[in-house]
């Protein structure tokens, strides 16, 4: 084999390598990712929504009135006034209803609910009060994370579709070359597969192939040593039977007796016969 193989242990070893090399790239990139965009001041930040929250929630502490025109985006208020009524109401369609329980829950002792990822609050102002809602999450989470896992899922299937796909070659070539020997076609030659195990197959299937080989062509040639000297033998019994023929031929031209008759015709007949036979010899 002209091409180096690589063993089967040593390329599940690169395969394992590779998608260990993979997986820890990917890996860092999402740590730093978290560490300086998610945790940081970008606008991927978690805590954007809060801080935005927290500034307005002071500066309406500071004036001591609930500017709704400032509302930061991204949150959820309801305003309501002294009387019960509502005044203001910002907030999503699918948050409304949990913002609307909490503000009938909370009370100014008991303003502020973290549930998961949401957070409740309450502002109390002279004649009104709001009631806040925001997450804390990063702007399209799910997305990031879809992300991070679609390229987790990459990094192993398109290696191992690599491997297979090279696996699946080796073999066929092997089958290729099987195959070539079960149609009997002895002249043909072992392809190097890029595996060590399949190579070594293909070496021992083609040291059987070259004893065959070898074999068939002792065995054709002492046929041929064979039918030659068969047809040496008949060429040499086709000249004195040709002689015993033709002196059978004269002497029956001659006047004789019923019983000499009766012999030349027999041994006539009978050279007749073999030199049938060894035409026959002489023909194969």
Same mark, same amino acid.
């Given at each position: !084999?002209?091409?180096?193989?690589?063993?089967?242990?040593?390329?599940? /070893?690169?395969?394992?390598?590779?998608?260990?090399?993979?997986?820890?790239?990917?890996?860092?990139?999402?740590?730093?990712?978290?560490?300086?965009?998610?945790?940081? $001041?970008?606008?991927?930040?978690?805590?954007?929504?809060?801080?935005?929250?927290?500034?307005?929630?002071?500066?309406?502490?500071?004036? /001591?009135?609930?500017?709704?025109?400032?509302?930061?985006?991204?949150?959820?208020?309801?305003?309501?006034?002294?009387?019960?009524?509502?005044?203001?109401?910002?907030?999503?369609?699918?948050?409304?209803?949990?913002?609307?329980?909490?503000?009938? +829950?909370?009370?100014?002792?008991?303003?502020?609910?973290?549930?998961?990822?949401?957070?409740?609050?309450?502002l109390d102002a002279v004649d009104e009060s709001a009631f806040i809602h925001y997450c804390v999450s990063a702007p399209h989470e799910y997305l990031i %994370?879809?992300?991070? #896992?679609? #390229?987790?899922? %990459?990094?192993?299937?398109?290696?191992?579709?690599?491997?297979?796909? !090279?696996?699946?070659?080796? %073999?066929?070539?092997?089958?290729?070359?099987?195959?070539? %020997?079960?149609?009997?076609?002895?002249?043909?030659?072992?392809?190097?597969? /890029?595996?060590? $195990?399949?190579?070594?197959?293909?070496?021992?299937?083609?040291?059987?192939?070259?004893?065959?080989?070898?074999?068939? +062509?002792?065995?054709?040639?002492?046929?041929?040593?064979?039918?030659?000297?068969?047809?040496?033998?008949?060429?040499?019994?086709?000249?004195?039977l040709t002689v015993i023929r033709g002196n059978a031929d004269l002497l029956m031209e001659k006047d004789c007796d019923d019983e000499s008759r009766e012999?030349?015709?027999?041994?006539?007949r009978n050279s007749e016969k073999i030199a049938m036979s060894v035409l026959d010899i002489l023909e194969k």
């Open positions: !084999m002209e091409k180096r193989s690589l063993t089967i242990s040593r390329l599940i /070893g690169i395969y394992i390598a590779v998608v260990s090399v993979l997986i820890g790239f990917t890996s860092l990139v999402a740590i730093i990712f978290i560490t300086f965009f998610l945790k940081g $001041e970008s606008s991927f930040a978690a805590d954007n929504v809060e801080k935005a929250v927290e500034a307005w929630i002071y500066d309406c502490q500071k004036s /001591g009135e609930i500017s709704t025109a400032l509302f930061p985006e991204g949150a959820d208020i309801i305003v309501i006034s002294a009387d019960g009524e509502v005044s203001f109401v910002k907030v999503s369609h699918s948050n409304e209803k949990a913002l609307r329980k909490f503000a009938r +829950e909370s009370s100014p002792e008991n303003g502020r609910k973290l549930h998961g990822k949401n957070v409740y609050l309450r %994370l879809s992300i991070f #896992a679609l #390229a987790y899922l %990459l990094e192993v299937l398109i290696p191992t579709v690599v491997l297979v796909k !090279m696996i699946k070659n080796s %073999l066929s070539k092997v089958l290729d070359y099987t195959e070539s %020997l079960g149609s009997q076609d002895l002249s043909a030659s072992p392809i190097n597969t /890029g595996i060590y $195990e399949l190579d070594q197959i293909n070496v021992a299937t083609d040291g059987m192939r070259r004893e065959l080989v070898a074999t068939m +062509e002792d065995k054709w040639k002492k046929e041929q040593d064979s039918k030659a000297q068969m047809a040496q033998i008949a060429h040499d019994l086709k000249t004195p012999s030349l015709e027999a041994i006539i």
